[in-house]
């Protein structure tokens, strides 16, 4: 899928494949290690980082690549956000370099993973822990139609803030 981001290059989003996550793996420490957006473990290697990002079947791992230049501007992963009677709804999880903020990747890749699960049969996305004070990713989920649909008070720890709520955010395909 080829998304125009307004400016020369062209970004697109694909299946990502083994020298992806290597050149990706920079982005998910800085992410993790940020202590903003994701409980995550900290100081993990690349091999234990893959199994915190990379989805299994019937999921996916893409990746934004910048085509001219072969950069990887981020990621999402998404799949079922549950097994056996919950797997009719999808989740996902993004991450993009901070040197692409801005640039439209988060919207792209949103976009991706909501036809992604419309393609595949879902009947909504769910997003389990959405971080209160990550206004940038709670703006962006409800320009894509996402509502919140409770908050659990305290449940992240962030580097900045302190304990701070994790939204449950829903959207019907």
Do not use: C
């Not at 062209?10 to 290690?33: C, G, H, K, N, S």
């Not at 993973?113 to 990550?134: H, K, P, S």
Request: hydrophobic letters at 40%; proline letters at 3%; glycine letters at 12%.
């Amino acid at each position: 899928m080829g998304v125009g981001t307004g400016r020369e290059d062209r970004m697109i989003i694909r299946e990502m494949t083994q020298d992806d996550w290597l050149a990706f793996f920079p982005t998910y420490v800085e992410v993790v290690e940020s202590g903003e957006s994701y409980a995550f473990p900290s100081g993990q290697s690349v091999d234990e980082a893959r199994g915190w990002w990379l989805e299994s079947a019937p999921g996916v791992t893409v990746v934004a690549v910048d085509e001219e230049r072969g950069e990887v501007l981020g990621s999402a992963k998404t799949g079922p956000n549950r097994p056996g009677r919950g797997s009719h709804v999808a989740t996902g999880s993004f991450m993009v370099s901070s040197s692409a903020r801005g640039r439209g990747v988060g919207r792209a890749l949103g976009e991706w993973v909501l036809d992604w699960a419309r393609e595949n049969g879902y009947a909504a996305v769910q997003f389990n822990a959405v971080v209160e004070t990550n206004t940038v990713a709670v703006q962006l989920w409800q320009d894509l139609g996402f509502t919140i649909i409770g908050t659990v008070p305290e449940a992240f720890e962030s580097r900045t803030h302190g304990r701070v709520g994790l939204h449950v955010m829903h959207r019907r395909l």
